[in-house]
């Protein structure tokens, strides 16, 4: 049987929200946006794997700083719902006091992970401390969190690509999509 390509597997979409191009601009921008912002420190940037792959590798490449970068794996998702369970394997004898750090997630949903995650930063008293997400979803949160650099608004809909996942398919598409949910099997 033939393997299926990237381009076949956009076939899976119902459409596409936001392309390729669109995505690079708005990272440029964002990208910008921080190096202004940070001019002059080392940033340690906090990295939510596997979902911000791709985001933070085309955001960090384009912010002129020197760059700590830190990954954590969280995960809270099973399908295309929110567990309310938030795991995060968090390394042993992390510090960030006195640093400027910045915490980074594809998106922004129910606002568990950031909340969570975001606290837990806070508690180790950093110099500064900001969050990032390519995308947030509009709709009431479960928690409140603030989100100070946000790629793009999005309606609440589930979507996959340029890192995000259904049961950890279609993070490599280049775009970002609404899944067609029968063909996502
Ligand atoms: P929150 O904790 O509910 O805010 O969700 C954040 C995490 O859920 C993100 O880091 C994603 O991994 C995952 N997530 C939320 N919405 C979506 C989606 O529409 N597609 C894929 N993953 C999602
Ligand atoms: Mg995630």
Redesign the pocket.
């Known amino acids: 049987m033939k393997k299926k390509t990237v381009s076949g597997v956009i076939k899976d979409l119902q459409r596409i929200l936001i392309d390729e191009k669109a995505i690079e601009k708005r990272i440029r921008e964002m990208a910008a946006e921080i190096s202004a912002e940070c001019t002059g420190k080392v940033v340690t940037v906090v990295a939510?794997m596997d979902?911000s792959l791709f985001f933070v590798a085309d955001l960090l490449r384009r912010i002129d700083l020197p760059i700590k970068l830190v990954t954590l794996c969280?995960s809270?998702?099973h399908g295309t719902k929110?567990t309310g369970k938030l795991t995060v394997n968090w390394p042993a004898n992390i510090s960030f006091k006195d640093e400027t750090v910045l915490l980074l997630?594809?998106?922004?949903?129910?606002?568990?992970?950031?909340s969570e995650i975001r606290a837990h930063i806070e508690s180790h008293q950093p110099a500064w401390l900001r969050c990032g997400v390519l995308l947030s979803k509009r709709r009431e949160r479960a928690r409140e969190v603030t989100s100070e650099y946000i790629g793009f608004e999005i309606e609440d809909e589930?979507?996959?690509g340029y890192g995000?996942?259904y049961n950890g398919r279609f993070r490599n598409l280049p775009c970002i999509g609404v899944l067609q949910l029968d063909s996502a099997d």
């Open positions: 939510l979902g969280a809270s998702y929110s997630d594809d998106i922004l949903d129910t606002g568990l992970t950031l589930f979507v996959v995000m996942d």
